[in-house]
């Protein structure tokens, strides 16, 4: 089943309550310089998965309304779900956003467009899925020939090149969440002895190689990197080894980091709230080909594998804090940032240079333009996450405003015919 992405819904969504502005509150809301990037405010969408593509990578008509529609809805810049380097690496869910061949550079050059037309920047998120990837390049980290990824790097490199041409602002590097690059530089799962692992420098060098092959392809683009503040795995990212990696990323010319946390095999750690459990046993890919029968063998399986994390807010603040101190250019702070007092202690009290927002803005696309116009302090997402685990069978969307569209169509009246 495939369900439509629900325009307007959020023009029908309960204000939770009236906002109040505060001291410190235009810093917040007033214009602010990313790297050359011109923004009309700090709050920033989050790459965030949509599954709105088509079978080529080619954005459709309901990417551009979703696009537009945050644009609208008054966020500083847009940063784009996953876009694909090559269909190796590509995710296992449908409807993947890719800039692997020249070919789909005009229908996004004219996405591009038409969110330029709200005055609003737009970065390309460019990532490998990595192990796990629905394409050919599903392997552990050490089946990695040395070709193979000098192949990754040059891949990189070209989709750098087509996100120039296409108008992008900038490029954002998918260095986060257990994803390919963030594989490479996680000791935890890089135990590679050669000229790839072994060291934090070498684990960060298919990094700079691919950030050094973007500035030769496209030198005038800036490139952000999101990466990981901590892994809470043995060995893995802390944020005194991710300190480490923003100086070198800084060093290879990094305009931002963007900090965020997690694995994707944990499901909850990178964003928090509500385990759905059903959900995930029931759209699952591979527990989708089991027989039915078998699946409720699968329940304490996925129970036992997935538990609700806490803090469910600002829960990046901590290593954001280590990074910002460790490096001159913008930190932006990821995870946990949903409400107006979330907001404040990370741009006013902390000082950090940007957030970044993907659920509420999933809920309610104009959620930014209401705390600007001190409609509401307080975001109606409820964390249930069926955003997140929707998208392994259908385009992104708020399962609870679509609900509330439903409900709110079943109780308006027949209309008369006024031809009779």
């Known amino acids: 089943m495939c369900f439509e992405y629900i325009p307007d819904v959020y023009k029908i969504v309960s204000v939770k309550g009236a906002g109040i502005m505060r001291d410190g509150d235009e810093r917040i809301f007033a214009p602010a310089d990313l790297a050359g990037i011109h923004l009309n405010n700090r709050i920033i969408r989050s790459g965030t998965f949509e599954g709105m ?12 309304k979703l696009y537009t529609d945050l644009a609208d809805g008054g966020v500083g810049a847009i940063i784009t779900g996953a876009i694909g380097v090559s269909k190796a690496g590509m995710s296992p869910f449908a409807g993947m956003g890719m800039l692997d061949q020249d070919s789909n550079i005009p229908l996004y050059r004219d996405l591009i467009l038409q969110v330029h037309a709200h005055n609003t920047p737009i970065i390309a998120q460019l990532s490998h899925y990595g192990r796990f990837s629905g394409g050919r390049d599903h392997q552990r980290l050490d089946k990695y020939t040395s070709s193979e990824i000098k192949l990754i790097i040059r891949e990189f490199a070209e989709a750098g090149r087509r ?8 490029i954002e590097l998918q260095c986060a969440h257990g994803y390919l ?18 060291t934090a420098f070498k684990r960060f060098r298919i990094v700079g190689e691919i950030m050094y092959g973007i500035q030769q392809e496209a030198p005038d683009i800036p ?29 290879a010319g990094a305009c931002a ?3 965020s946390r997690g694995l994707r095999e944990d499901f909850c750690s990178t964003i928090r709230g509500d385990v759905c459990y059903d959900r995930i046993i029931e759209e699952d890919p591979t527990l989708r080909k089991m027989p039915k029968q078998l699946r409720s063998f699968a329940e304490p399986v996925v129970h036992s594998l997935y538990h609700p994390w806490k803090p469910t807010r600002l829960y990046n603040l901590k290593a954001a804090m280590t990074i910002r101190n460790a490096v001159p250019i913008p930190v932006i702070l990821n995870g946990g940032v949903h409400d107006m007092d979330e907001i404040r202690k990370a741009l006013i009290t902390k000082r950090l240079d940007f957030v970044t927002i993907s659920r509420p803005l999933i809920h309610d696309p104009c959620l930014i333009q209401k705390y600007m116009e001190q409609q509401m302090d307080v975001s109606g997402c409820r964390e249930c996450n069926r955003c997140y685990s929707g998208i392994m069978s259908h385009p992104l969307q708020c399962e609870t405003a679509a609900e509330a569209v439903k409900e709110n169509n079943s109780e308006e009246p027949d209309q008369p015919d006024s031809n009779k």
């Open 163 to 170: 996100a120039a041409q296409c108008g992008f602002d900038g």
């Open 53 to 64: 593509c088509d079978e080529e990578g080619r954005p459709t008509k309901q990417l551009v």
């Open 257 to 259: 980091i963007e900090v």
């Open 223 to 251: 490139i952000l990197i999101k990466m990981n503040g901590d892994e809470e795995r043995h060995a893995g990212m802390d944020p005194t080894s991710a300190a480490e990696y923003a100086i070198m990323m800084e060093d």
């Open 181 to 198: 690059l963030s594989e490479f530089l996680s000791q935890y799962a890089n135990y590679r002895d050669d000229q790839w692992g072994g």
